[in-house]
């Protein structure tokens, strides 16, 4: 138990350590204080400063330990103490091992650290020196080609040069060659030019007298065939007018051929009458149901089915309001048993706005009845002018060879029947006006006229004389938008989705509320406008990416389509009042 007594013990615990570290001398120490410079001082006794107290003390305590009961428990402590120091010694001296491991492990990290930064700098500065000598060799090459270019340069400019030299060497050799052939053909020229000029003078005498024996001989060979052919004519001329006979036959024969030529003339331009009307459609009709020879020659299927189709409904397809629909449904049941019967047809006008189903009713009404029918517009009257009057007439005799009955429907008539009095109404439309007048003065039981018109109060007087019936197709109501939507919708939209055929789909919503609501936002919308928002709904499906229509979609649309129509309504109310196509309220 050195700690006890501040002696510390060797590793095998006898004796006392070594003694501490004795202080330095001092220069002014004993038996020091005079020498001299080149003196060494006299080494000290290290045992001078030492206290035995402390020895004695040890001692003594040492004794008093040997003779103490707890002697082997401090040696034990001790010994167990000095393994502790010991084992942390080792665990000290591995710690050091293992730092110096460690550090040879950075050493060599860091000296293959530093060979691979060694590595990538010769790389790069091999890459370096390998562009650097790569540039180098373009250089030279470019530095080469462009040697050589100028080289071929300059050879082509002594080429060209040699060249030009030898051009212009051959052009003045070519040009000489020519001047002088030039002058010898000049000189050869007057030469023979004089020889001919001395030619001539000395014998000018003698072609005169040929000339002069020439002229002579032709004279006397005309007049003897004059004389030889007065004789033949006068003999000829007495032998037929002697014989009456010969007289008579040559009369005759003149007289049936001139009569053939006129006859001939007329039956063409009869026959040409006749097959332009039966078999060729006017230039005024624009569309027609009725079968012409050529027609069934090129298209003998599609005629085959127009005969034996049955008779349509006349409101298939046309969506009006109730009191419309059973007016014009007796106008059909009327019109068909006028046909059955063979009476005379009435003449009926249709008016109101645009898009209101006109023009369908018209078509369903002729297909209804068992009539074939025919489209013109008023608006090509006017351009044809003076031949207007002509082809109006080619119309009407085209109606009338029609064995079924020809329902004649003008569009747009107020274009050509309106007021004559009026001054905007030229001469020629004044005469074609005159020949419609005409031909529709008396009924008929070959063609039923059906005029539709959105201004007629602008018709001639003449005009309103001649209708019988007049029908007013207003816009379409709540109910009839709705079934028009409907219809529409299903046409266009519902039945190609179905079907598979197109590219277009349908999502999944409610038809019937959506065709509801569609037809409360299109309130003052014609049919026709109606049908355009169907079919901008397809092209709305075929213009996104999976060909599907969603409501949103379709919303989009019916809110253009009713932004477009109030504008429309704005054009219209600028043109100011009194247009018959204004559209009523609904």
């Not at 103490?68 to 010991?86: F, H, I, P, V």
């Not at 000290?92 to 110096?100: C, F, G």
């Not at 005498?205 to 032709?218: G, M, N, T, V, Y």
Request: hydrophobic share 35%; net charge positive.
């Amino acid at each position: 138990m050195s700690w006890l007594f501040g002696i510390n013990k060797g590793p095998k615990g006898e004796g006392a350590g070594p003694p501490p570290p004795l202080p330095p001398a001092q220069p002014g120490a004993e038996g020091g204080g005079d020498r001299s410079l080149g003196e060494r001082p006299a080494p000290k006794d290290k045992w001078s400063n030492f206290d035995p107290t402390g020895l004695e003390r040890a001692a003594k305590a040492a004794r008093e330990l040997e003779h103490s009961r707890y002697a082997k428990d401090a040696l034990n402590l001790a010994q167990m103490q000095e393994q502790t120091l010991q084992l942390e010694q080792q665990s000290k001296l591995k710690e050091y091992e293992a730092a110096v491991e460690q550090l040879k492990s950075e050493q060599i990290r860091a000296q293959a650290e530093e060979r691979r930064k060694t590595l990538s700098e010769e790389t790069r500065q091999h890459q370096a020196r390998a562009q650097y000598q790569d540039k180098l060799a373009r250089q030279r090459y470019e530095d080469q080609l462009k040697q050589q270019q100028l080289l071929n340069e300059e050879n082509l400019r002594k080429q060209e040069e040699s060249v030009q030299k030898q051009e212009a060497m051959r052009r003045a050799t070519v040009e000489r060659e020519m001047e002088l052939r030039h002058k010898n053909e000049m000189l050869r020229v007057e030469a023979e030019a004089r020889a001919r000029a001395k030619a001539e003078r000395e014998n000018a005498d003698i072609i005169r007298e040929q000339i002069r024996l020439k002229a002579a001989e032709h004279r006397q060979t005309v007049l003897e065939s004059i004389r030889t052919a007065g004789t033949l004519f006068g003999e000829g001329f007495r032998a037929f007018v002697t014989d009456w006979d010969k007289v008579t036959a040559t009369v005759a024969g003149l007289t049936l051929l001139a009569v053939g030529v006129y006859s001939a003339k007329n039956a063409t331009l009869v026959a040409g009458r006749f097959i332009e009307a039966r078999l060729g459609k006017p230039s005024l009709v624009r569309e027609t149901s009725r079968i012409t020879v050529l027609e069934a020659l090129r298209h003998p299927i599609q005629v085959s089915r127009r005969l034996l189709s049955r008779p349509q409904d006349a409101l298939e397809g046309v969506v009006v309001s109730p009191s419309l629909e059973a007016r014009v449904r007796d106008i059909a049941i009327a019109t068909r048993n006028t046909k059955k019967n063979r009476s005379l047809y009435r003449h009926i006008l249709l008016y109101g706005p645009p898009g209101t189903g006109k023009t369908l009713f018209a078509k369903k009404l002729a297909l209804h009845s068992g009539m074939d029918y025919a489209i013109m517009t008023g608006g090509d009257v006017a351009p044809m002018g003076r031949e207007g009057v002509t082809a109006m007439h080619k119309l009407f005799d085209w109606a009338n060879t029609s064995r079924r009955g020809l329902l004649l429907f003008v569009d747009e008539a107020d274009a050509f029947l309106r007021k004559r009095a009026t001054e905007k109404i030229s001469e020629d439309l004044r005469a074609t006006l005159n020949a419609f007048l005409y031909r529709t003065g008396q009924h008929s039981n070959k063609f039923m006229l059906v005029l539709a018109s959105n201004q007629p109060e602008q018709f001639d007087w003449a005009i309103n004389d001649r209708i019988n019936e007049m029908v007013h197709f207003d816009l379409p109501g709540q109910e009839e938008r709705e079934r028009l939507v409907r219809m529409y919708f299903d046409k266009y939209v519902l039945k190609p989705a179905t079907e598979g055929k197109q590219r277009l789909k349908l999502a999944q919503f409610d038809y019937g509320r959506k065709c509801s609501e569609v037809a409360r936002l299109t309130e003052g919308m014609s049919g026709r406008e109606i049908a355009q928002l169907a079919v901008s709904w397809q092209a709305t499906a075929y213009a996104s990416e999976d060909g599907v229509l969603t409501e949103a979609m379709m919303d989009t649309r019916v809110q253009d389509a009713v932004q477009q129509h109030q504008q429309k309504m704005c054009w219209l109310k600028a043109e100011g009042p009194g247009r018959g196509d204004e559209p009523s309220p609904s």
